[in-house]
């Protein structure tokens, strides 16, 4: 892969930001130092993330066919690498609730091996894509106007704001915590004195609430996965559904946590 390097006299934001993380994919994808690593993974994931929200804001200016490819490229490198990250988590959750044994009987150790093979594919195969993808998406960033970032940033927050006003219930909550990321990763777009900037007392609390609605999501996705397990691979029923008594236990939990915090 070619190499990506941060220009120390870029002045925006918004450009080193986008070029900062586009170099730390660059670097975790290249070379497989640490093949299927939680941690390893878990960086990659956060720099798609960041790289996703920045191409949203490119995606208003570029309508080319090859912005197009780039996005089907990093889209499909984001899902198999989430895909990837969920099993780990899950066996996480797992081992934190002393449940270690029950990884093996829904068959995450396979899964999660499949997945790495299947990610590492990916990246071998298309590597020279994602590279030409990267450097589509830096060279774009020099050509967003202050004010569309600015722009865009604001309409986040007023979209964010206006879903919380609402007093979401359970099914809203994941679409609330894609919004508080874009928001997040938009306010380091901009100078701290910028005065598009949310209050920090509101951030800190963002912060927080999207803490507690990831911790609550990863427990629902760990119970449909046993739910959805054979049952054959437990001892017996009652087995199956001790274990997902534990895991309703900690979601009850968690979600009590995300609607202390909401109004």
Request: hydrophobic share 35%; net charge positive; glycine share 4%.
């Amino acid at each position: 892969m070619a190499s990506f390097k941060i220009d120390p006299s870029v002045s925006s934001p918004f450009v080193w930001y986008a070029a900062y993380e586009i170099a730390e994919l660059h670097n975790h994808l290249h070379p497989y130092d640490k093949k299927g690593d939680v941690e390893w993974l878990h960086r990659i994931r956060i720099a798609l993330k960041k790289i996703k929200a920045v191409r949203k804001t490119l995606g208003y200016r570029d309508k080319t066919a090859q912005h197009k490819k780039n996005t089907r490229i990093l889209q499909q490198l984001f899902k198999t690498a989430g895909r990837l990250r969920e099993v780990q988590v899950e066996r996480k959750l797992l081992n934190d609730w002393h449940l270690d044994e029950v990884a093996s009987q829904i068959g995450l150790d396979k899964k999660e091996e499949r997945l790495r093979r299947a990610f590492e594919k990916l990246v071998a195969k298309e590597e020279k894509q994602i590279t030409k993808s990267l450097q589509r998406i830096q060279k774009g960033t020099h050509e967003v106007r202050r004010k569309d970032f600015r722009a865009h940033l604001k309409a986040t927050e007023n979209k964010l704001r206006k879903s919380l006003e609402k007093m979401p219930d359970e099914k809203d909550w994941h679409d609330i915590r894609k919004q508080i990321k874009e928001l997040l990763y938009g306010v380091k777009w901009v100078k701290e004195d910028d005065a598009v900037l949310p209050d920090a007392a509101f951030l800190v609390y963002l912060k927080e609430l999207e803490i507690q609605i990831g911790y609550w999501h990863d427990c629902l996705l760990l119970i449909h996965r046993i739910d959805r397990s054979d049952k054959k691979k437990f001892a017996d029923t009652t087995e199956k559904e001790r274990i997902l008594a534990t895991c309703r236990e900690q979601l009850d939990l968690s979600g009590n946590r995300v609607r202390m915090l909401i109004p």
